[in-house]
T-cell receptor, first 115, second 115 residues
Framework: ETGVTQSPTHLIKTRGQQVTLRCSSQ?????VSWYQQALGQGPQFIFQ???????GRGNFPPRFSGLQFPNYSSELNVNALELDDSALYLC??????????????FGEGSRLTVL | AQSVTQLDSHVSVSEGTPVLLRCNYS??????LFWYVQHPNKGLQLLLK??????LVKGINGFEAEFKKSETSFHLTKPSAHMSDAAEYFC?????????????FGSGTRLQVQP
C-alpha cells in the first residue's frame, strides 16, 4: 500500500473531449509526476511538479497540462482527446528532489479509453 | 541521456525454478537503479533499489539484483519462482540532471510462471 490515491479508476471519453485525472497522497510527498502507460508498454514520463510548478516535461504536447496544489495533490488535464491517448495514467510521488534515492510511490492508475 | 534495455519481453519459468530478468542501462551520470513490479490492473510496486551502496541488493519477496558497472547491467533474480510472481517487471534508471531527478523506464518483461 503506497498511500497514493488516483481517481477515477476507469473512464471513457470520446475524441475531442477533455479529461481531468486526480491524485493525492496521505504521506505528504511534495513531488508528483505523471506517466502514460499504453497497453504493453512501459510508463512514459509526462511531467513533474514540485512546489506547485512544473519542473520537468517529457515528449508530450501542450494539451497535456497539470496542477499541483498546496496540499501536494495533483491533477492531470488532457484537452482535445485523441484515440492514442487511451492508456493507463499513473501518478507517482516522492519526497523532495535531491538528495534522495528517486524512489517513487505509485497510485494504481486511471485507465482512460477514448472512443 | 540515459536509457534502459530489458533484453526479454517475455520470460516463462516453471514454479520452483530460478528466475532471471535481464536489464542493461546506459547513463552519463552515476545512476540509481530500480526494479518495479506491476500486477494486472495495478500500479507499480518497488521491488528493490540500488543507490551506490552494496552492489548486491536484496528486495521484497525473495528477489535480488546485482549492479555490475563494468557490464552496465542490473539483472533481477529469484532462486525459486512462485505462481504469485507472474506479473510485468520494469527496470528503471534514475539520474539527477539540471536539478531534477529524471527516471527512464524499460519496456518491461512479462514473467509467466507455469505450474
Amino acid at each position: 500500500e503506497t498511500g497514493v490515491t488516483q481517481s477515477p479508476t476507469h473512464l471513457i471519453k470520446t475524441r475531442g473531449q477533455q479529461v481531468t485525472l486526480r491524485c493525492s497522497s496521505q504521506s505528504g510527498h511534495n513531488t508528483v509526476s505523471w506517466y502514460q502507460q499504453a497497453l504493453g508498454q512501459g510508463p512514459q514520463f509526462i511531467f513533474q511538479y514540485y512546489r506547485e510548478e512544473e519542473n520537468g516535461r517529457g515528449n508530450f504536447p501542450p494539451r497535456f497540462s497539470g496542477l499541483q496544489f498546496p496540499n501536494y495533490s495533483s491533477e492531470l488535464n488532457v484537452n482535445a482527446l485523441e484515440l492514442d491517448d487511451s492508456a493507463l495514467y499513473l501518478c507517482a510521488m516522492m519526497t523532495s528532489l535531491i538528495p534522495n534515492t528517486g524512489e517513487l510511490f505509485f497510485g494504481e492508475g486511471s485507465r482512460l479509453t477514448v472512443l | 541521456a540515459q536509457s534502459v534495455t530489458q533484453l526479454d519481453s517475455h520470460v516463462s519459468v516453471s514454479e520452483g525454478t530460478p528466475v532471471l530478468l535481464r536489464c542493461n542501462y546506459s547513463s552519463s551520470y552515476s545512476p540509481s537503479l530500480f526494479w518495479y513490479v506491476q500486477h494486472p490492473n495495478k500500479g507499480l510496486q518497488l521491488l528493490l533499489k540500488y543507490t551506490s551502496a552494496a552492489t548486491l541488493v536484496k528486495g521484497i519477496n525473495g528477489f535480488e539484483a546485482e549492479f555490475k558497472k563494468s557490464e552496465t547491467s542490473f539483472h533481477l533474480t529469484k532462486p525459486s519462482a512462485h505462481m504469485s510472481d507472474a506479473a510485468e517487471y520494469f527496470c528503471v534508471v534514475s539520474v539527477v540532471r539540471t536539478g531534477r531527478r529524471a527516471l527512464t523506464f524499460g519496456s518491461g518483461t512479462r514473467l509467466q510462471v507455469q505450474p
